[in-house]
């Protein structure tokens, strides 16, 4: 069975949005290895409309090193709206379920599914008890405003599994569901 694992950069005041605009003076090669190790436990990404729009309209004309993975991975987009995904290697799992259909896929073989930004499929994820691993890299910045990864009103709980400290301040956090 596959496991549906999520990886977001986040502040500390739980902004997980436009991360382009905050994140990038604690990146480093320290952080660059976590995210190439959950990069390379999955197969398969998992994006929600809004970013997939984001990164189609992106990816495939960079040519940033990144760019042939981006291009090449296999890409899922949970989606009610969109109809057809246009970018290489992008498939639409939507209709009236989508969760069940994600819940279908993550019995099958392969290695992770992999939820890329998609803070909304996140959540979503989280409360049909669909995500397996939240990896958090939590910034030592406070954004000050920006969509939070959690609204107010959601509560679910969840297990610390692992924590690291990253030079540059960035606490590296993993989280599990709490057993029902």
Known sequence: MRKIT???FLSLDGVAEAPDTWHFPYFND???AVVQQQMDAADTMLLGRHTYELFAAYWPGSDEEIAGHMNGTPKLVVSRTLERAE????TVVGGPDP???LARIKEGPGKNLGVVGSIELVRS???AGLLDEL????HP???GKGKRLFPEGDSIPLRLAES???????LSLVYTPEAK
């Open 141 to 143: 910045i406070v954004v």
């Open 99 to 101: 969760l069940a259909e």
């Open 6 to 8: 999520a990886g977001i």
């Open 125 to 127: 994820l989280l409360r």
């Open 164 to 170: 690291t400290t990253l030079s540059t301040g960035v």
């Open 30 to 32: 320290e952080m660059g």
């Open 87 to 90: 970018w290489e290697n992008s």
């Open 135 to 138: 990896h958090l890299l939590v």
